[in-house]
């Protein structure tokens, strides 16, 4: 990494943390004066800059957290860098919480004709009060972290990272590919496990369960089949750079969309399996993958970062 990388990184982890609005004007300023600060420190050590010295000026600038909440609106919870975390954390807690809640308390036993208030009144109760046991436990978490940054200062100093790092490690990325390579010999023919797992003496029923719907092989299989496929040689790449580029990122992100799209298509276009059973948990997995990825991809896109010019500047 240079000098440019750190302090990309850095604003990068600043501004990610700031509201949508504010982010990329916020990302264009900070940038512009950690350069210029970088740039009286070089002239005074009389020497270049380097990336030792960039994560020396921006260390000194403080965490990202504490910066970013230079820009926010002060907040009482813990720490106020770690505002935004727990109420994120909290809600996403609460609205995972109820929600099961629900599903248990009212969708199950109106399906079966039970009196709806009475359900809701279980709900109430049962869960949504009982849920706030989840945001004591997120207070009593953040609280120990910010104690543990007040002791050790240097626990939490800020790392240079840069910005298309691959998130995890190598490591994690080429058991991606071999989970992909693994998926394409499952829609290949899905039986072939239960002669791995069980030396083929498995019920014939255990095989039906597992026979694709003609239309579905013949059809749309080879297509996700092709899909599927057309990650490797983008995660190959990648493990080979050890970085994401911003063209590979694209055309990832494109290829899920895609994939998304044809798995819709599968949901409702007809069955997959010949047994109903098999066919209604594949599709139910397909909808959850579904939405995972979309969830991933909105995610990446608001957590995205791009400095640019104030639009004052610009007219001026």
């Known amino acids: 990494m240079n000098a440019n990388d750190v302090i990309d990184g850095y604003v990068a982890e600043v501004a990610v943390q700031l509201p949508r609005r504010q982010r990329n004007d916020v990302a264009f300023e900070l940038r512009a004066l950690l350069h210029e600060e970088l740039a009286a420190k070089a002239e005074a050590a009389g020497r270049e800059a380097d990336a030792a010295m960039a994560t020396e000026l921006?260390?000194?600038?403080g965490r990202p957290g504490d910066v970013a909440a230079r820009y926010l609106p002060t907040l009482t919870v813990?720490?106020?860098a770690d505002g935004p975390r727990f109420v994120r954390a909290t809600a996403i807690g609460l609205v995972l919480i109820?929600?099961?809640?629900?599903?248990?308390?009212v969708l199950i036993p109106v399906a079966a004709g039970a009196e709806i208030l009475g359900a809701v009144a279980q709900w109430w109760v049962g869960t949504v009060l009982a849920s706030l046991w989840w945001p004591g436990l997120l207070v009593v978490g953040f609280a120990i972290a910010a104690w543990s940054r007040r002791r050790r200062p240097a626990t939490a100093d800020w790392k240079p990272r840069a910005a298309d790092r691959i998130h995890g490690s190598r490591a994690g990325l080429g058991l991606a590919v071999v989970g992909i390579l693994c998926g394409v010999g499952v829609l290949l023919d899905p039986r072939w496990l239960?002669?791995?797992?069980?030396?083929?003496?498995a019920a014939p029923?255990?095989?039906?369960?597992?026979?694709?719907?003609?239309?579905?092989?013949?059809?749309?299989?080879?297509?996700?089949?092709l899909l599927l496929l057309l990650?490797?040689?983008?995660f190959v790449a990648v493990l080979v750079k050890g970085r994401w580029p911003a063209g590979l990122r694209h055309l990832q992100q494109g290829l899920s969309l895609v994939t998304c799209a044809a798995m819709t298509w599968i949901v409702f276009d007809g069955p997959v399996f010949v047994a109903e059973r098999?066919?209604?948990?594949?599709?139910?997995?397909?909808?959850?993958?579904?939405?995972?990825?979309?969830?991933?991809?909105?995610?990446?896109?608001?957590?995205?970062?791009?400095p640019t010019p104030n639009r004052q500047l610009e007219a001026e």
């Open 58 to 61: 921006v260390r000194g600038f």
């Open 98 to 105: 109820w929600s099961l809640g629900l599903w248990k308390q």
């Open 205 to 225: 029923a255990a095989y039906e369960a597992l026979t694709y719907a003609a239309a579905f092989r013949e059809r749309l299989a080879p297509w996700m089949l």
């Open 278 to 306: 098999s066919d209604r948990a594949f599709k139910g997995a397909l909808v959850l993958l579904v939405v995972l990825t979309l969830g991933e991809i909105a995610l990446r896109r608001l957590r995205s970062v791009r």
């Open 78 to 80: 813990i720490d106020p």
């Open 231 to 234: 990650n490797v040689p983008i």
């Open 194 to 201: 239960l002669d791995l797992f069980l030396g083929g003496k």
